[in-house]
């Protein structure tokens, strides 16, 4: 995108450079067709196109050119950059919503089995106490105030 706006702004300015001052025909040919040339054509009728001085010199068409270049640039970094924030907040929603529905089974499975059991580090299985049970249970309404809220 950036390059098809510094393409059309260099042609503009090379349309309003000091190339621009010979004379430009306009005529119809046999067929209908509108034609336009540096040159008349022999035995046509053709009619010179007026053509006025833009009254910008050429240095100045190239200051004006990387003026709105800069600007097209940093317009497009904003862009990106705003499309990065916008994608890491997508990411941290469904990792927040993962969080929820996760801390959400916890505390279901804590509330309505009756025995619940986990591994300890060697991979042994062994069941909750009682007091045991209520601070997860208070751990797992945190997580779900924390994420679902």
């Known amino acids: 995108m950036v390059r098809l706006m510094r393409s059309f702004y260099f042609v503009l300015a090379l349309a309003f450079g000091p190339g ?69 907040q997508t990411e941290r929603d469904e990792t927040i919503k993962k969080n929820c529905d996760i801390a959400r089974k916890n505390k279901s499975l804590l509330e309505t089995t009756a025995r619940v059991t986990l591994k300890d580090e060697d991979g042994n299985d062994y069941f909750l106490e009682d007091d045991q049970r209520e601070a997860k249970l208070a751990d797992a309404n945190a997580q779900v105030q924390r994420y679902c809220n």
């Open 20 to 88: 621009a001052e010979a004379a430009l025909y306009k005529w119809v040919d046999a067929e209908g067709n509108v034609s336009y040339s540096d040159k008349p054509p022999p035995e046509v009728n053709a009619e010179e196109v007026k053509q006025y001085d833009s009254g910008i010199s050429a240095a100045d068409s190239q200051q004006k050119l990387d003026e709105i270049t800069d600007k097209a640039d940093a317009q497009q970094k904003d862009r990106e950059l705003k499309d990065d924030i916008a994608k890491q």
